[in-house]
DNA sequence: ATTTGTGAATCGGTTCACAGCG
DNA sequence: CGCTGTGAACCGATTCACAAAT
């Protein structure tokens, strides 16, 4: 493997081995499987191997992959050398939650900056951050080299809020708000979905609860289930 | 079209055209073509014709879908013709906005018991709802018919959480801890993981960089840009 | 002996393009 | 004529299976 462009479904398992080999590490493992790496990310080991020969030729045939080196090589991959800086637009319950979350920085994230529209909210600190103006958006991005925005608002402020962290120069948005964004081609989005999330484990939780009402012979009807005890 | 079995990428997108009819319903449209409902959705209209197929034959040639029948289809597929009743494990900052998040029941979706091991937090209210004993989990999914957990505690909690829930008779489990769980198969898992977000958006962030390191002469040498202003 | 790295086969999902129908 | 519904072609991602490496 030399080439460049890696998979987008590879992009988005790489977080999930760099946690996995985070552990081993703490746990002073010095080599690891694909395997064994593929048990700890909840993946089969033909996956592990393909992606990480995407990176490079990193492992040892008959002994396996050196942990720290691993590490090092997907670190640098997804950027993590590098410490971004994070706007949070919207100081909502959501947005007061992932002002206060640690492990943001599991990986130098860090927020820099809070932002809405509110008044009432303005100049009151969250987490040691006073929240600003959303109408400083520009300068707050352009000051604090802001390369992350995290939308945070209400679903009819969201495309707005979109908006101005484009225009402001930020390339990289991560939407809480349940409502579709439109963003140009440069930018790249991504969603946290919690209502969505929820829908599709009813659709699946429902087609159990039908399978069930098959299976089972309507044991509900007194003349039913004494029919089938002669 | 009328087979059963329908695609994990198209139950996926259900909630979206779900959540755009629902827009399009209260704008008091009638009839609504796949090459709007794509838009809405932000997909395209193949996409949408292809997904609606395997529901049923539910538009009208030359005309398109009827808002309010496709609504009622897709939210009896989805299972959002009934409740379903929530339990929160874990009442830490993420815990709480969860459950102070309106428009949680954005269709029928209940939290019922928020639990802790926290014996500090035991008994004190959120939102209405006492944080009881996690546990006393068994009793309460049984007593409150739960159907669906929801994991906001830390990572290292998070397989134990999961494990109590299944015990206990749940089927549906959203994980919003930074660990990789391991349920049977007859349980439906999803997860919502912050940081494995922004990792993706870092990992494309950078390579944006990247390619702009390329592209710029290297402007940031005096000489170099001396050279280019005869 | 063991485990990687990777072509080849396969699978699921997307897009095309048009026949079918209102 | 316009828009749906869907086979067929296509594309990306997953899995298989084994030769290559140590």
Redesign the interface.
């Known amino acids: 493997m030399r080439e460049r462009a890696i998979p987008e479904a590879t992009?988005?398992r790489?977080?999930?081995y760099?946690?996995?080999l985070l552990e081993m590490a703490e746990h002073g493992t010095q080599t690891i499987s694909s395997e064994r790496l593929a048990d700890?990310?909840?993946v089969n080991s033909a996956k592990v191997r393909k992606d990480l020969s995407y990176l490079g030729s990193y492992g040892t045939r008959g002994v396996g992959y050196d942990v720290e080196y691993l590490l090092y090589q997907i670190s640098r991959?997804?950027?993590?050398t590098?410490d971004?800086n994070?706007v949070i637009v919207g100081v909502g319950?959501?947005g007061?939650?992932?002002a206060?979350?640690r492990?943001?920085g599991?990986?130098g994230?860090r927020v820099v900056a809070l932002v809405d529209i509110d008044e009432g909210k303005i100049g009151k600190s969250v987490d040691s951050l006073m929240v600003e103006d959303f109408d400083d958006l520009e300068r707050i991005v352009k000051e604090r080299q802001v390369?992350?925005g995290i939308v945070a608002t209400p679903a009819g402020a969201a495309q707005d809020a979109a908006d101005r962290l484009v225009s402001a120069g930020v390339?990289?948005?991560?939407n809480f708000a349940?409502?579709?964004?439109?963003v140009p081609d440069?930018v790249?989005l991504?969603k946290?979905?919690?209502?969505?999330?929820?829908?599709?484990?009813?659709?699946?939780?429902?087609?159990?609860a039908a399978l069930d009402a098959v299976r089972r012979p309507r044991r509900l009807t007194a003349s039913a289930s004494k029919s089938t005890r002669p």
Not at 77 to 80: D, P, Q
Not at 192 to 208: G, N, T
């Open positions: 992009v988005a790489l977080p999930l760099y946690r996995s700890a990310a909840g991959e997804l950027g993590l590098q971004w994070c319950n959501l007061r939650a992932l206060n979350y492990g943001f599991e990986r994230f390369s992350i390339k990289s948005i991560l349940p409502t579709v964004l439109q440069d790249s991504r946290v979905d919690l209502s969505i999330e929820l829908q599709i484990l009813s659709f699946y939780e429902q087609r159990k």
